[in-house]
């Protein structure tokens, strides 16, 4: 990997949006514009070099998984083997993951941060047909500046001028940029179990719900395997498996009456912290200085009072129901897996590194197309806001199609946007889907021939155990 490092200082007059006077400022603005692209090409090179020392790693870890996983099928092991096939799988992962991450250190970029413009770091980029959120108007010299985490774009013209008086989607007041505090995942975290502290009755139930259903659930299919293995035994298992089915019938009822409670609990919650949160938002953007009014438009606040509360309550809502839930399935399932039989516990696992690396690859892309997506629709909202404000003035100049097709071009950037991120997904899923598949083809055929030669190690119903546990464990 190559170690890049981008940045600038302010500039004088930057690069103008028609062609510069071949004079001395028309060569400073060149010089300025090849450093520029000078800087992106080392910036996209050295990116281009982390993916693909990413990939190779990638296809080495899922060939030396699938190659673990045949070892555990087909060759010969003593006792010996049983903590090193354990360790294995744990440490390729681990190797793979330490890789990734100095890989991501050598090429990480340092961008240009200037509060008076944006609250972000803004990095360069390649730009075709955008348009600068400052000076509104198209970015004409192919390279410009962009927020990674807002999809904030600005010509170079914007990032250089000395002055950033019209500078916009900041919080700004009467006496200049405010200080801005970035939202980061460990802060959300924090921020979501104070709002959900306040309604610690409910939550405490939804808690304990969950946790009685997601124990019933991963009970289940134990129950579900010793029924068939009754079946199996014939006439003389006819009592136990009377049993097994009350048994069986007792956790079912369970698992939907407090499934049932959890759901409850959780949505009351989640309703009354988006509520909150939308009071809270208005109370706090409703005494920002006349300013910060002035550089932001009405449509973008009315967005963050609905649109973007939802998206950002939606997530706790996640946190508070399937997070817990998916932990206790993990741990449980991986301990249920072990003691049924460990030799098929390491066969799923080795499944899991490369489907953990698809996934998050996924959701760091799908985390950039979803805030480019709401962007989209902010800038909607906020041309339907204006229109409709200013609707007199709109129909004495007859400006009723340049209106619709304003907003038009912003549903269609958030329709396009939405398009790609669901043919991602569907890929995502379907790589997804073949490794776990694979996995439990693996499964059944070594489970399937320890059953049929060493019935006393392994069961049918114990084998159909282990499938119902591992796919509740990976859900």
């Given amino acids: 990997g190559v170690a890049v490092a981008v940045g600038g200082g302010d500039g004088v007059d930057g690069i103008a949006h028609d062609k510069a006077p071949l004079g001395p400022d028309g060569m400073r603005n060149a010089r300025k514009a090849k450093e520029r692209g000078a800087a992106l090409?080392?910036?996209?090179?050295?990116?281009?070099?982390?993916h693909g020392i990413q990939a190779?790693?990638?296809?080495?870890?899922?060939?030396?998984?699938?190659?673990?996983?045949?070892k555990c099928v087909i060759f010969d092991r003593t006792d010996g083997w049983v903590a090193l096939l354990g360790v294995l799988p744990?440490?390729?992962?681990?190797?793979?993951f330490a890789l990734r991450w100095a890989t991501a250190e050598l090429v990480k970029i340092r961008g240009r941060f200037d509060k008076a413009i944006h609250h972000h770091e803004m990095f360069l980029a390649k730009m075709a047909m955008n348009w600068c959120d400052l000076c509104h108007t198209r970015i004409r010299e192919g390279v410009g500046w962009r927020c990674d985490a807002c999809d904030f774009d600005v010509c170079p013209t914007c990032m250089d001028r000395k002055s950033k008086a019209r500078a916009e989607g900041v919080l700004r007041g009467d006496k200049g940029v405010k200080d801005e505090v970035e939202v980061t995942s460990k802060r959300y975290f924090m921020k979501a179990l104070k709002l959900t502290a306040a309604y610690w009755p409910l939550v405490a139930v939804a808690v304990v719900s969950l946790l009685v259903?997601?124990?019933?659930?991963l009970w289940l299919p134990n129950y579900t395997g010793r029924i068939l293995d009754d079946v199996a035994h014939g006439e003389g298992a006819r009592l136990q498996f009377m049993t097994d089915v009350r048994f069986f019938l007792a956790l079912s009822i369970a698992t939907?009456?407090?499934?049932?409670?959890?759901?409850?609990?959780?949505?009351?919650?989640?309703?009354?912290?988006s509520n909150d949160v939308r009071g809270q938002l208005f109370r706090s953007i409703i005494v920002q200085d006349i300013a910060f009014f002035d550089g932001m438009p009405t449509g973008q606040l009315t967005s963050r009072l609905t649109q973007d509360a939802n998206a950002m309550v939606s997530p706790m809502r996640t946190l508070l129901n399937r997070l817990l839930t998916n932990a206790i399935s993990l741990v449980g399932g991986l301990v249920m897996c072990l003691v049924t039989c460990w030799q098929l516990a390491i066969i799923a696992f080795t499944a899991v590194g490369p489907i953990v690396y698809i996934t998050g690859v996924y959701a760091r892309w799908s985390r950039t197309i979803n805030r480019e997506i709401w962007s989209a629709l902010g800038d909607?909202?906020?041309a339907a806001t204006e229109a409709f404000t200013n609707i007199r003035t709109v129909r004495a100049f007859s400006q009723e199609m340049r209106e619709i097709a304003r907003v038009a071009a912003a549903l269609a950037m958030a329709l396009s946007r939405g398009i790609r991120d669901a043919i991602a997904s569907a890929g995502t899923y379907t790589l997804t889907q073949y490794l776990d598949l694979g996995a439990g083809v693996l499964i059944l055929w070594y489970g399937g021939l320890v059953a049929i030669d060493h019935p006393d190690r392994l069961s049918v119903g114990k084998l159909i155990t282990f499938q119902l546990v591992r796919a509740a464990a990976l859900r």
Wanted: glycine content about 6%; overall charge neutral; aromatic content about 6%.
């Fill in 213 to 217: 259903t997601s124990a019933a659930s």
């Fill in 41 to 50: 090409d080392a910036k996209e090179q050295a990116a281009l070099r982390m």
């Fill in 90 to 96: 744990v440490a390729i992962n681990a190797e793979f």
């Fill in 380 to 382: 909607a909202n906020a």
């Fill in 56 to 70: 190779a790693a990638f296809v080495l870890l899922t060939a030396t998984s699938i190659f673990t996983a045949i």
């Fill in 256 to 273: 939907g009456a407090f499934g049932a409670v959890t759901d409850l609990a959780v949505s009351l919650v989640g309703r009354r912290i």
